[in-house]
Each structure stands twice: as C-alpha cells, then as structure tokens.
C-alpha cells in the first residue's frame, strides 16, 4: 500500500523537480550563487524563521496528544536557539541591514502569509502537511548540494544545517506523522492536503525566486 506522503511527491513531481532543479539551488550547487542574492535570501529566509516559529507553536496547540507535542516543541527550541542565534550572527557579520530590504515583496508575502493563514485556521493535519513539504524538499536538495564545494562559508554552512543528520530525521518525523494522520482521512480530506502540498511547493519556488528580484533603493 502507497504510503501517503509518497503519494504527494507523485503527484507533485514536476513541481518537486522544479524546486530541486532551482537556479537558486543550482548556482549554489555550481558555486556561482551571487553574494546579493543570497544576502537577500538571508534576510527573507531570517524572517521567515519567525513565521515558523509561530506555525510550529499553533502545531503545539493542535497536536492530539503529548508526545507529538513533545517533538514540536524540540524543534522550537531549535529554531529559536539555533536558526534565530544563527541568522543574526551572519546578518551582522555579512553587515546586512534587513530594513534596507523590501519586507512585502509579492513572492515573499504569499509564503509567509499562506502558510501562516492556514496554520492559524487550519487542522493539525494541514501545519504536518506544510511543514513536511517545505522540510523534506529542503533537506533533498541541500543533500545532495553538500556534496559539492561551496567558497562563500555562509552559504556552505546553510547547506550543511539542512542537510545533517538532525535535520534529516525532523523531515523524517514530519514524514511518518503525515502517514498516520493520513490513515484516518477520507479521500476528499486526503484531496485537500495534496492541494495544499501543491500549494507551498509552488509558494517556495516563487519565494527563492524572489532573491534575485531587485528593487529601487531610496524610494
């Protein structure tokens, strides 16, 4: 029997493929990614670790019993001890103003805010489900990127968080918590969170897409 979430990457394979093939993940697999681009990406990507941290708390409040509460407010406690200390440590050592940066860009909002809408009006179901897409891809591509060189040691160290063994078996949870939501759903309940799959993969293309846009400055 197809384990759900294998269903999802089927179904989503283009979109998947899109995303593992991105000029972002790809100019960091070639060690070309332009130090601007990845400045932006930086500050976007900071600020969005706090959206996480709110989704990850709403998946507190949501979980069904205490041991899915227990493994959520682990990875809290990373995000905030490790991404949070890691993000602004970099950003000042990179000498990154973040309000020198558009915090409303199109592709920047419709990430943050999608996923933090439905985690605040949705199930328990639909944050694994986000969560899991964002965070299985991750961990996919970064795996396979660290094994190349990359020169700028931020970027080099970004790979490796996402691509170590801890991450991994985050991902994993969120994995093998989809499946057993999953065996309780109905198929159009089931529908609804491929949609949503669907969704925040497209919401992280545009999102990375995002960090080569640039802007006016001054205005």
Not at 35 to 43: D, E, K, M, S, T
């Amino acid at each position: 029997m197809e384990l759900f979430s294998e269903r999802l990457l089927s179904e989503h394979q283009q979109a998947w493929q899109a995303m593992q093939r991105h000029r972002f993940v790809v100019d960091i697999e070639e060690d070309r990614l332009p130090a601007a681009v990845f400045n932006r990406y930086l500050v976007f990507e900071g600020n969005f670790v706090a959206t996480a941290i709110a989704i990850f708390a709403l998946g507190v409040s949501k979980a069904p019993d205490i041991h899915q509460q227990r493994w959520l407010i682990g990875v809290l406690n990373a995000l905030v001890d490790t991404q949070i200390a890691w993000f602004e440590q970099v950003l000042s050592e990179r000498r990154i103003d973040p309000a020198e940066y558009p915090a409303d860009l199109p592709a920047v909002r419709r990430f943050r805010d999608g996923m933090l809408w439905t985690a605040q009006q949705g199930s328990y179901e639909q944050i694994v489900t986000m969560m899991f897409a964002a965070e299985w891809m991750y961990y996919f591509w970064c795996q396979r990127v660290s094994e190349r060189r990359q020169s700028d040691a931020d970027i080099r160290r970004w790979v490796e968080m996402h691509a170590e063994d801890a991450f991994y078996q985050q991902a994993l949870w969120l994995k093998n918590e989809l499946d057993r939501c999953a065996m309780a759903l109905s198929e159009k309940e089931k529908q609804a969170l491929s949609a949503l799959y669907g969704d925040v993969l497209q919401w992280e293309i545009d999102f990375h897409h995002a960090a080569y846009e640039e802007w006016p400055r001054g205005e």
